[in-house]
């Protein structure tokens, strides 16, 4: 009896503690955000003065600030946002679709040597940081348009091809480890009724693979939306072809940073993303697990 009443006790307080230290890394984390949201509300004066209280902000100021990015010419609000957008539907498009073939390939053959070869180098790409390669990635990209007459830099073309390699590694580890999972047999029982190795792909295998595709699409969305690193390079900061994070950089000056207008326009940037997970993380994490079980 008394043991059990101590065992409920050290439960009580793990669950106790758990919440506490739950509490203060939600915390840690949504403080950033915190600070964007409040902080679009008010005046430049009033975001120097305190950044952290709600003095100062007010609806009336969000949309003062929210008209002043829209119509900023240097900021060129709708431009940068169907720019973002294109890159991130043609880029997750293609790893979605080339991820899913290689992921299949390298699963089915997964016994012989150039397939755990071609896996691994996956694998280790994944741990490269990029900050190791990416100047070779620009004088690379440079000779390679040079060579095949296209500009493969400052170009939509160029920057989804980048997002395409980066991408690709995480999205075969993971459809690989799905892919593991699905019976042989389905693709056996469609070799049987005539349907070619094409057809098996596209209409028995790519089909099962919607819940993990989601998850890949939405955790690279989200990282293609909100990179500022590989589109300040490969796009420069006075080109034509501008991502929403780099514009941003449109009112950042020398010696002022509006920062009234700078975090209003970061808050806008985030939201279609923060929509999207909010409707898709049961998808997000379902795809997740069951991509690490039948992996």
Not at 130 to 146: A, E, H
Not at 244 to 250: E, F, G, H, N, Y
Not at 257 to 276: E, G, V
């Amino acid at each position: 009896m008394e043991e059990g009443r101590m065992v409920g006790k050290a439960a009580k307080v793990r669950r106790v503690v758990l919440t506490i230290v739950g509490t203060i890394i939600a915390a840690y984390v949504l403080f950033p955000f915190y600070l964007v949201v409040l902080n679009a509300f008010k005046a430049q004066t009033s975001i120097v003065a305190s950044p952290i209280s709600f003095m100062g902000a007010s609806f009336d100021q969000l949309k003062t600030n929210l008209s002043s990015v829209v119509n900023n010419s240097n900021f060129n609000f709708w431009y940068a946002f169907g720019t973002s957008f294109i890159i991130t539907v043609v880029s997750l498009v293609l790893l979605a679709l080339f991820g899913a073939m290689a992921a299949w390939v390298i699963s089915r053959n997964n016994k012989k040597k150039w397939s755990a070869v071609i896996y691994m180098i996956f694998i280790a790409s994944m741990i490269i940081p990029f900050q190791v390669v990416m100047l070779p990635l620009i004088s690379t990209f440079r000779d390679v348009g040079k060579f095949i007459g296209i500009s493969m830099l400052q170009s939509v073309p160029g920057i989804v091809f980048a997002y395409c390699g980066f991408g690709g590694a995480m999205t075969v580890f993971i459809l690989t480890g799905f892919i593991k999972g699905i019976p042989y047999d389905l693709e056996e029982a469609a070799a049987i009724d005539g349907c070619s190795p094409e057809g098996t792909f596209f209409r028995v295998i790519f089909p099962l693979l919607k819940p993990v595709i989601t998850t890949v699409t939405i955790l690279n969305g989200m990282w293609i939306w909100n990179d500022y690193l590989l589109p300040s390079l490969m796009l420069g900061q006075n080109g034509k072809v501008k991502t929403l994070p780099v514009a941003v950089q449109a009112f950042v000056g020398s010696y002022v940073k509006q920062w009234d207008l700078i975090l209003t326009a970061a808050l806008l940037a985030i939201i279609p993303m923060i929509i999207i997970f909010l409707f898709a993380q049961k998808q997000i994490m379902n795809g997740m697990i069951e991509g690490a079980v039948k992996g």
